[in-house]
């Protein structure tokens, strides 16, 4: 169920309506059930797969949290969906086998596993701990962060699953963040995602100009889609009184890579730098200080995909973030703040650059678009598309500005009785465009 539709307007108010008038357990139980809708809306015969993530963690919950080294094991139990569905394929075709499974990808699979994994890891270290099935159930199930995160602690969100409570004033306190992510969605990454689709598709037959639009416009394309979710997710959660950590904070406004993944799904990189990064610091700190950064980031393009592409995006990414560890960059800018903007624009032109490895099918394909940018024609350089760049300059104008506080600080100041309507012609009139032509969020693939 694609927050941007009617459906989900629909379904949104049903479910606020019901928890407003239920009281006690039925309230997490009506949540539950709803997000088992939401989530089997788009497929219903993958609805197991968040059965089978509920069953392992009350399994663990109740009865082996105590046998801490049964912890890993359950990992790789949470971990088989994930590697059945969304790696299978990658191995078989990368040892030369033709016919692979005919499988799809569950939605969010990458993001529920992160969730358990998480949970199951956090819990062993407090097992004495009572916790409430419900809230286990509920935390897993969570219908707005589900699909495309945020990707979520227990001690972040299960206490505050007994404070569940839907009010005009939490609704009224959301709606122009989820009128943002609306916009960013429906009006501007939908719109520069039509155009770019076939350069990325078919790189050779587009010259320079066009190239460039496409790659510029992806990054915000990119941006626009994920962080609009994140903002739409964030404020259905609030309506309910439940608060999501913010999961971007102007990242291209970053100097270096290695702020920019501090600023960008925020709640991904953390997880890797709580999971993944200080394990390998630990056995790293003395024979190689900075391997775990690259093996980190590595770990972050096999889970964007299951492809080479993302193993070589998430490759550079680590090397560029251990050359900045290594020669002090983010120190050098801080002491020398007269570089700062210069650092923010050379940045942004490399992720813009790596993006398009990121986008593309394939390694191959990326190549074709590296090559079509630096080998220009002189005699014909193409076409901009106006319209992508004047939405990217846009939002990078008003980058500054996109963040959860400031967006309803912002909208706290203007008169109440004259923005609350505004917004809702905006939700309207964006879910009634997105109905033309729905398009599912960048993220959902992975």
């Known amino acids: 169920m694609l927050f941007q539709l009617p459906s989900f307007l629909i379904f949104l108010m049903v479910v606020l309506c019901l928890t407003r008038v239920l009281q006690g357990p039925w309230i997490k139980i009506v949540l539950i059930g709803s997000s088992f809708i939401f989530y089997s809306f788009w497929n219903i015969h993958f609805i197991w797969i968040l059965a089978f993530y509920i069953v392992i963690a009350l399994v663990y919950v109740s009865t082996f949290s105590k046998i801490n080294k049964l912890k890993f094991l359950f990992v790789l139990i949470v971990l088989i969906p994930l590697l059945f569905f969304k790696y299978t394929n990658f191995i078989l075709q990368s040892v030369g086998v033709q016919h692979l499974l005919h499988i799809g990808l569950p939605l969010g699979i990458s993001f529920i596993t992160f969730t358990l994994i998480s949970f199951i890891v956090d819990y062993s270290r407090s097992p004495h701990k009572r916790i409430n099935l419900l809230d286990v159930s509920l935390y897993i199930s969570f219908f707005p962060h589900l699909i495309a995160g945020p990707i979520l602690r227990s001690h972040e969100l299960i206490p505050q699953l007994s404070h569940i409570h839907v009010g005009w004033k939490n609704i009224r306190y959301n709606l ?3 009128a943002i992510g609306m916009i960013k969605k429906v009006l501007i990454a939908d719109q520069i995602a039509s155009y770019i689709e076939p350069i990325f598709l078919q790189p050779q037959q587009y010259h320079f100009l066009e190239l460039m639009t496409a790659a510029v416009g992806f ?4 941006y626009c889609d994920f962080s609009a979710y994140s903002d739409m997710a964030i404020a259905v959660a609030g309506m309910f009184g439940i608060r999501f950590p913010e999961n971007f904070r102007s990242p291209y406004l970053a100097f270096s890579m290695t702020e920019t993944w501090k600023r960008w799904h925020m709640t991904l990189s953390f997880w890797l730098r709580d999971y993944v990064f200080i394990p390998l610091v630990r056995y790293c700190r003395n024979s190689f200080p900075h391997l775990p950064i690259l093996l980190t980031m590595l770990v972050s393009g096999l889970w964007h995909g299951a492809s080479w592409n993302f193993v070589l995006w998430g490759a550079l990414q680590g090397i560029i973030m251990m050359a ?7 120190k050098f800018i801080s002491r020398h703040p007269q570089f700062k903007w210069m650092a923010i624009v050379i940045n942004f032109i490399i992720w813009t ?3 398009i490895l990121f986008r593309c099918q394939s390694i191959a394909i990326a190549g074709d678009f590296y090559q079509g940018l630096l080998s220009v024609d002189p ?9 992508v760049m004047g939405l990217s300059a846009l939002v990078l104008l008003l980058h500054r500005f996109d963040q959860v506080n400031v967006i309803r600080n912002c909208a706290a100041k203007l008169p109440q009785p004259l923005l ?5 012609i905006i939700i309207l009139g964006c879910s009634l465009v997105a109905a033309q032509r729905p398009e599912s969020f960048y993220y959902f693939d992975f």
């Open 324 to 330: 900045e560890s290594y020669l002090g960059y983010g």
């Open 176 to 178: 122009p963040l989820f």
């Open 379 to 387: 005699h014909y350089l193409g076409t901009v598309n106006m319209g």
């Open 353 to 355: 650059f790596l993006l």
């Open 219 to 222: 990054t915000i394309q990119i």
């Open 420 to 424: 609350i309507p505004v917004l809702c």
